[in-house]
């Protein structure tokens, strides 16, 4: 079979089962498989697909089928640009997360100190020393072990020098930072079952699961931040769409001022922000 003819079918079957982003996926997978890039893929459409290859885009793409996020089984994501390692056991970088970026990328100076809570991939953290102004000091905390092996892994891979530990939050952490950034599972325990097949059968639940009212972290936040922040230093939180109101005001009586909400780029609260001083 012609690779067109395969990914053709690929996508039919994918398109089938309703699975989002068919045509894409399909594409991706096989290029995946043959290890080949976009560019030789349509210059050689008519060629012939080998058995091994179509072996392999046959079990990738029963993976997909099982709604499998794609980015877990071609092992790789794009943020801000750049190629990171997806895993399961981690969380897949989002787009949304960009805006987070954006947000602390424009108060970064020289030789300032960021701490990554909750780092994941570590994309947050990575991004910014890479996008950032020069003699960054960057630390990234995460519960999960898997996390910061991937994160660790990432940083090495894209040349950025960052620090990470296992910590639950603060815990493990003493000394100020000029900076705090971080994405925490923030969906109430009762939406999770609601999520896309995508994320709830295959992300893990620890980076999504924001308790009760999906506030949880935000307080324990908010209640050490202070001990952790420079005088005028900023927190940067990403938050769900619904949350600004009450990120805002929990993070308004935890005495940060300047405190502001910002949209995403399809207009949705994503971001909280605001400088901490000790009056
Ligand atoms: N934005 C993520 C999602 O859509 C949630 C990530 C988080 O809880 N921090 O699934």
Same mark, same amino acid.
């Given at each position: 079979m012609t690779k067109r003819e395969l990914v053709a079918r690929g996508t039919e079957r994918l398109l089938a089962l309703a699975v989002p982003g068919a045509e894409y996926d399909a594409r991706e997978l096989f290029l995946a498989a043959g290890g080949e890039s976009l560019a030789s893929y349509a210059a050689g459409l008519a060629d012939e697909v080998s058995e091994e290859v179509a072996a392999r885009y046959e079990s990738m793409l029963a993976r997909r089928a099982a709604r499998e996020p794609l980015q877990y089984i071609i092992g790789k994501c794009w943020f801000y640009g750049r190629e990171f390692l997806a895993r399961k056991g981690v969380l897949i970088p989002r787009f949304d997360t960009e805006t987070l970026v954006e947000a602390a990328l424009g108060h970064l100076k020289a030789g300032m100190r960021i701490l990554d809570l909750c780092t994941g991939s570590g994309c947050i953290l990575i991004t910014l020393l890479l #996008?950032?102004? #020069?003699k960054l000091e960057g630390w990234g905390t995460d519960l999960s072990a898997d996390a910061l092996a991937c994160a660790e892994e990432n940083a090495r891979r894209l040349g950025a020098e960052a620090f990470f530990l296992q910590s639950?939050?603060?815990?493990?952490l003493d000394g100020k930072y000029d900076i705090i950034t971080v994405n925490p599972p923030y969906i109430p325990s009762s939406d999770i079952e609601g999520l896309d097949a995508e994320v709830r059968d295959y992300e893990p639940r620890m980076a999504l699961d924001g308790r009760a009212d999906g506030l949880h972290f935000y307080r324990a936040i908010c209640a050490d931040a202070g001990r952790f922040l420079t005088e005028g230093g900023r927190l940067f939180a990403e938050i769900g769409a619904e949350q600004g109101a009450e990120v805002r005001a929990l993070m308004e009586r935890a005495g940060f001022q300047e405190v502001d909400v910002v949209r995403d780029l399809s207009g949705r609260d994503r971001v909280a922000l605001g400088v901490f001083r000790n009056v």
């Open positions: #996008e950032g102004p #020069e639950d939050l603060f815990r493990q």
